[in-house]
């Protein structure tokens, strides 16, 4: 606008009409109730306080296992490990940990209890598996990382390969958890888990599934085990939001 | 403290920031409501107005420019006054040309005079421009925000907003004598 901009004077305020005024914004002010709206990144720090030490231990475990494993595994030839046994094993049973943190909902009157002012038991699960799915599959990253330098399998296969006892495990464990009372208990979850980690060792018993051949079948199984689990979320999800009966276990 | 920190204090539970908001802003907003509504009474209601509008929302306040927000509301609490009022035209300049209400002689009298008529030309003048035009003009020389600032306040583009300053601009100019605004 350069030189041609225009000025506008200054107009001048009353005072006695500007006290006046104020003094009715500072009456407003003072009737106010002022809520705290923390925002999203508050809420989710406040939630992972609540997460039990127990859980971290445990995912803390089978991170240490598969590094573990795989370090040792790294020593021997190649031709004497069976590698996608243990990764196997690991993948079925490493789910059990975010079932037994669930689980703790279950407790007497600790459903209720985990219920903040801002999420609900339904929201509170959903945080809480998405943390635990987002590590256990950083978890199984860095297996199928170290399996694929390993084995002469394709990095599509060795994904194929670990991540079907991964998402049938889960399958399992959540049924079990939410298919009675008292199956929040740990030692029906530790059960599942060893048996789990049993079945996940029955392909490696006939190693002859692992040829390309069958990889077909293994992407089939993987998706049927992905839609079962997909209707088992949405199932327990509706029932949570719908009616109070899986809340009040106790 | 700025006013980011004075939000914190608020959002934390202390309410007497709410008024040091309001003292400091105040007068700004005064003015762009005298200068969209031409009606200096009714602009001291209006300033109250969008402060206690204001104070409602506080709560969910997530803006980052503080002065642009508490101006957007008292564009709209301008918008509803015209939408009530139906006033633009017409309304009477209705305030004594000294509020203080001293009596004053000689140069100084005359200087307040022809002050007073500098700023009633330029509130007839203002008055007789399109509102949107006249938005952009009374945000951007008398609440002094940039362009990117009025068009965040008005939700209108960058280039929209410099269209309508120029074309306010100019029709502005056309309607004040030039000696009594240029080179100040």
């Known amino acids: 606008m350069g030189n041609d901009k225009i000025k506008l004077p200054e107009l001048s305020v009353d005072p006695i009409k500007k006290k006046e005024s104020l003094y009715k914004i500072q009456e407003a002010a003072a009737q106010k109730r002022l809520v705290y709206c923390p925002s999203w990144l508050?809420?989710?720090?406040?939630?992972?306080?609540?997460?039990?030490?127990?859980?971290?231990?445990?995912q803390g475990a089978f991170a240490g296992v598969g590094i573990l494993v795989f370090l040792l595994l790294g020593n021997l030839s190649r031709e004497d490990v069976p590698y996608l046994f243990y990764a196997s094993v690991l993948a079925a049973s490493i789910g059990i940990v975010t079932v037994m943190e669930l689980g703790r909902s279950q407790s007497c009157q600790m459903g209720e209890l985990e219920e903040s002012c801002y999420f609900n038991l339904g929201q509170l699960?959903?945080?809480?598996?998405?943390?635990?799915?987002?590590?256990?599959?950083?978890?199984?990253?860095?297996v199928i990382g170290g399996l694929s330098r390993k084995t002469d399998f394709g990095i599509l296969a060795l994904c194929l390969y670990i991540l079907v006892p991964f998402v049938l495990s889960h399958g399992c464990?959540?049924?079990?958890?939410?298919?009675?009372?008292?199956?929040?208990?740990?030692?029906?979850?530790?059960?599942?888990?060893?048996?789990?980690?049993?079945?996940?060792?029955?392909?490696?018993?006939?190693?002859?599934?692992?040829?390309?051949?069958?990889?077909?079948?293994?992407?089939?199984?993987?998706?049927?085990?992905v839609v079962l689990l997909a209707l088992e979320l949405h199932s327990l999800f509706k029932k949570l939001s719908v009616g109070g009966e899986k809340i009040c276990w106790s | 403290m700025d006013d980011g920190q004075m939000i914190e204090q608020i959002r934390q539970g202390r309410k007497e920031y709410?008024?040091?908001?309001?003292?400091?802003?105040?007068?700004?907003?005064?003015?762009?409501?005298?200068?969209?509504t031409g009606s200096p009474d009714q602009s001291y209601d209006l300033a109250q107005e969008t402060f206690l509008r204001f104070i409602r929302y506080v709560d969910h306040y997530r803006h980052k420019n503080l002065k642009g927000y508490l101006l957007a509301i008292a564009m709209n609490v301008c918008r509803d006054y015209f939408h009530c009022e139906k006033k633009r035209r017409t309304v009477p300049w209705d305030s004594p040309l000294n509020p203080e209400g001293e009596s004053v002689g000689g140069d100084a009298a005359s200087e307040k005079v022809l002050e007073a008529e500098r700023i009633e030309k330029v509130r007839e003048a203002l008055l007789c421009l399109p509102p949107m035009q006249r938005e952009v003009i009374v945000l951007h020389c008398c609440s002094g925000l940039t362009y990117r600032e009025i068009g965040a306040v008005t939700g209108a583009?960058?280039?929209?907003?410099?269209s309508r300053m120029k074309q306010g601009t100019e029709k502005l100019k056309r309607m004040l004598r030039k000696e009594d605004f240029y080179g100040e």
């Open chain 2, 157 to 162: 583009g960058i280039s929209t907003v410099k």
């Open chain 1, 42 to 58: 508050e809420i989710l720090k406040s939630q992972l306080a609540y997460i039990s030490r127990g859980y971290w231990i445990g």
């Open chain 1, 125 to 142: 699960w959903g945080i809480k598996m998405v943390l635990s799915g987002s590590i256990n599959v950083a978890i199984l990253t860095g």
């Open chain 1, 173 to 225: 464990y959540l049924l079990l958890l939410f298919w009675g009372r008292n199956m929040g208990k740990k030692w029906p979850q530790i059960t599942a888990a060893v048996f789990m980690g049993l079945a996940a060792m029955i392909p490696g018993a006939f190693p002859g599934v692992y040829r390309q051949i069958y990889l077909p079948v293994w992407g089939g199984v993987f998706l049927i085990g």
């Open chain 2, 18 to 36: 709410l008024n040091t908001i309001a003292e400091k802003y105040y007068d700004d907003i005064y003015r762009f409501c005298c200068y969209q």
